[in-house]
């Protein structure tokens, strides 16, 4: 049985295919049609389907839109509809007036029918959000029950959600909500914009929290109009923060500055504001974590939502907590919601018992040596075929080049987890700059991650409960104070390290690469970054082509192809 899911509800739409329960495919469609986040987020555009993750999920299975059984779509349109009758401040006819969320609502029943037009023939469903993301997590997680934590801008009305799920029961219970306007998601993108950021950098403004302490003044400040409650529960002030107006004059009136323009430098005002937000997101995190702890008497935690990518806060909340074990499923953004409303299909609606498998992130395309080496000719490249390309390229690090490193099957979700990587020695801090500036063209603030063999992490990392979210770049840890100086490219600035642990189960040919490099040097890790310069991440061999020729990169190594950048390195290998 094969069985679709889809979203394109708001933003990071993405398709996902599985197969008699097994997750077979999945993408993001930022990722074929080069915008960020695959689409704008609009009223009247929740029908403009990713198409080419679509095709892509049913190209890899070998069939057409014909054989598919069910398809599921992320989000419930008649409990959304309501939205307008909350109160907020909203401009006439878009979000949140009752014209805006009746052409939104209209605009999505028209998906089911498109999708007939396409061909598909089965059963459609409508699934709620926060089901979806929850579901995302739970059921690709390697537990039998576990406590569900999701917390987001907004699905339908909820902003964040509190459950249980238990295989064996088909389902995830629904123990507890916030409701729109308390949103921890939409206060992340209102401050970003109000710092002079984009709506989708949080992980910018994470990035900067860390520079200074909390300041007590700003943090009052932040806390007037975020109330925290007990048991998880918070309230944002609707008249200062106008989620749904272009409107920042609340905001400049609390903190006293003007917002911050894009040209503009980043200030310690800025900082301090970045850090009080991420100190606020903790809090509500570690009360809404340990909320779930007591309402579920499970030791197994589960994350999803956008805020869930707050790695330093998810780490605060479950070292916090009495959970034992965590999981976060790489896609915990909305792009995650299709394969949640596949996983919601197969083991809630059709009843399926599915045993506990850990999902893997390689679930996108993959090109055939073949195909790669048709693309170097077209592009005239001069290229060198090597049978153990990872000790070639782990000396080429090691002699402190840059390297874009294309192999295998592409990640679901934001991170690159070293199929589509930049990668770099972490023991030279002259890295993290070149790759910040030569090659990313990014702010000098943001810190870079560590790729470690799973079984060496301990020995760089303080590591209070081991867990399996640090597979995917979800987890902070600190820094022994031993090793900082061995590896301070990958150190940020308050001494922890976002890490990936690599498994030689998950991904052998990374974990080759990465023993080279240890064997050389003696370090077990590598400094790992997204293969992109300010767009989508690369996706075939062609935009890792285009990338490496435009950015800064040394050397790039597709498949077993290896080719050096003669822009920058005139003469022999
Ligand atoms: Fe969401």
Sequence with gaps: MYIMGINSVYHESSACLMKDGVVIAAVEEERFNRKKHGKELRLDNPHELPLQSISYCLKEAGITLQNVDHIGYSINPARRLDTYKIKDYVDIDNWGSEGGETEFYLNTLKVEELIKEMGFCGEFHFIDHHICHGASAFFASPYEEAAVVVIDGIGETATTLVGYGKRSDHQIVRLDENLYPASLGFLWEKLCMFLGFSEYDACKVMGLSSYVAVDPLVLSQLRSCVAIGKHGKFTTDPEILRYRQDDFTGLEKLFGIPRRQAEEPVTDIHTKIAAALQAVTEEILVSMVNHAYDLTGSTNLCMAGGVALNCVANGIAF??????????????????????????????????????????????????????????????????????????????????????????????????????????????????????????????????????LDEDAEQFFIIPKKSDVSDYMLITYKVKSNVMDKIPAVVHVDGTSRIQT??????????????????????PMLLNTSFNDNEPIVCNPEGAIRTFLNANIDYLAIGDYLIKNISLHQGGA
Excluded: C
């Design 502 to 523: 690599v498994k030689k189960s998950t991904n052998p040919r990374y974990y080759s690469l990465i023993e080279h490099f240890k064997g050389i040097t003696g370090v």
């Design 319 to 452: 070292h916090q907590s009495g959970f034992q074990n965590l999981y976060i499923q790489p896609a915990a953004n909305d792009a995650g919601t299709a394969m949640g409303a596949a996983y919601t299909l197969w083991n809630i609606h059709l009843a399926n018992y599915q045993p506990p498998q850990v999902t893997t992130a390689y679930l996108g395309p993959q090109f055939t040596d073949e195909a790669i080496e048709a693309t170097l000719v077209e592009y005239g490249l001069t290229f060198e075929k090597i049978t153990n390309i990872e000790e070639r390229v782990a000396q080429l690090l090691a002699d402190q080049n840059i390297v874009g490193w294309f192999q295998g099957r592409m990640e679901f979700g934001p991170r690159a987890l070293g199929n589509r990587s930049l990668l770099a020695d972490p023991r030279v801090l002259g890295n993290k700059e070149r790759m910040n500036r030569a090659v990313k063209k990014r702010e000098d603030f943001r810190p870079f991650a560590p790729s470690v």
